[in-house]
């Protein structure tokens, strides 16, 4: 859901004159919005900016957005970062991975998110 | 290195994110989510070299509130941990801001080092390198998990209001 606010959000700053690149890792979703420039590192949700106590790949990551915004020829303009989180991309697979979880699973789940949403009703109404 | 002409292996792709959730809280049981989608795409060309520009950047993380449960690294999804308004801070000093009250990969990954989430630190080092003019005196939170038209109609334009008045010239955006 992250991904789908910023992208949104870039769509606005960028329609009122402000040039904007997103750094990524969820590539169907900002794309399927659309934007006008989007590094795409192809990493586990959270690692926008690189791999964890990796300076030299937050660097690189960093570097790479900034030649996105600088030389995108147009909007839709996508580039996937060469950087691999691991050789073994097994991680892909897991993510709401449904045939992992049993009918207990799936309730429990549900249980889980009535409370998240429940919580957010509340604060909503708060802020 | 493997044999260069050998394919990749079918799922090594980019996860399709989309398909999943949907499938995922089809199967919870709850309606199908319609995700922002749009044909027409702006764009602005920059109009000065980045070495010349100041650079806004703008996170989904929150600033750590005391109080509302476990925020650390690995922490689970924290909802109350949340935030609702735009929210500005100074980007001289780095803040204290976290990731529980969004959906990264809490398996793949511990959101120990922010610096995965939020450039700060290497944005720094950019200006100090001559690779970008300045930052903005503050970052900006954007608040998650609204709706389209909260985000489009009332979070969207504060952070456009101020990207301006701290005269950015380019915005970077990073979700987490």
């Not at chain 1, 700053?13 to 402000?18: L, S, V």
């Not at chain 1, 580039?79 to 449904?98: C, E, G, M, T």
Request: charged content about 25%; overall charge neutral; some cysteine.
């Amino acid at each position: 859901m992250c991904h789908q606010t910023v992208s949104l959000v870039a769509r606005h700053i960028e329609a009122n004159g402000i040039p904007t690149v997103l750094m990524g890792c969820a590539k169907d979703i900002v794309e399927h919005c659309g934007v006008p420039r989007f590094l795409f590192s192809d990493f586990p949700l959270g690692n926008s900016a690189g791999r964890p106590f990796d300076v030299e790949s937050q660097g690189a990551t960093l570097e790479l957005a900034l030649r996105v915004l600088e030389t995108a020829p147009a909007g839709r303009t996508t580039v996937q970062s060469p950087q691999r989180w691991r050789d073994d991309a097994s991680w892909k697979l897991d993510f709401s991975d449904l045939g992992k979880l049993t009918p207990e699973d799936i309730a429990e789940r549900r249980k889980e998110f009535d409370v998240v949403k429940a919580v957010i009703k509340t604060k909503q109404t708060d802020a | 290195m493997g044999d260069p002409k050998a394919f990749a292996p079918e799922h090594d792709a980019p996860i399709p994110y989309l398909q999943r959730t949907r499938d995922y809280y089809l199967a919870l049981g709850y309606g199908a989510y319609r995700w922002a989608h749009f044909n027409d795409v702006p764009f602005t060309p920059l109009d000065k070299p980045l070495e010349k520009s100041r650079v806004a950047l703008i996170t989904t993380a929150a600033p750590y509130q005391p109080g509302v449960g476990d925020q650390g690294p690995g922490a689970k999804y924290n909802a109350a941990a949340k935030f609702y308004k735009v929210y500005s801070d100074s980007t001289d000093t780095i803040p204290d801001l976290r990731i529980s009250h969004v959906g990264y990969d809490r398996k793949h990954t511990t959101a120990e080092d922010p610096n995965t989430w939020l450039p700060l630190a290497r944005l720094h080092e950019a200006v100090k390198a001559g690779r970008i003019g300045e930052l903005t005196p503050r970052f900006y939170g954007s608040p998650t998990n609204r709706s389209h038209r909260v985000t489009m109609e009332t979070d969207a334009p504060e952070l456009l209001r101020r990207c301006r008045d701290d005269g950015a010239d380019v915005a970077l955006l990073v979700p987490s």
